[in-house]
Nanobody
């Protein structure tokens, strides 16, 4: 089964921005509903954002007004724009195809001065 692939993670200072991307390894349709999760050290996995193929979005309170999920159906990709990053946003970020229940390998985001 083709897997999702995340990219765009890295190290950024507090207040900075990053944009994560999620694509499919073999080019198949990325999924009708795609979620973004994160797992911080010592914490449980957290659902932070979701987007449907029609563009409807949902956000966790912890990221609302700072993060924006979007998708480009022509490019078969989903994005997570993260602004005003805080140290507590440090985590491994994963995208998830809700219909096929497939995951990416994750990308590390570290927010530190």
């Amino acid at each position: 089964q083709e897997q999702l692939v995340e990219s765009g993670g890295g190290v950024v200072q507090p207040g900075g921005s990053l944009r994560l991307s999620c694509t499919v390894s073999g080019g198949s349709f990325i999924g009708d509903v795609v979620d973004w999760y994160r797992r911080a050290p010592g914490k449980q996995r957290e659902l932070i954002a979701a987007i449907s193929s029609g563009g409807s979005t949902n956000y966790a309170d912890s990221v609302k007004d700072r993060f924006t999920v979007s998708r480009d159906n022509a490019k078969n990709a989903v994005y997570l724009q993260m602004n005003s990053l805080k140290p507590e946003d440090t985590a491994v970020y994963y995208c998830h195809d809700r219909w096929l229940d497939r995951w990416g390998q994750g990308t590390q985001v570290t927010v530190s001065s």
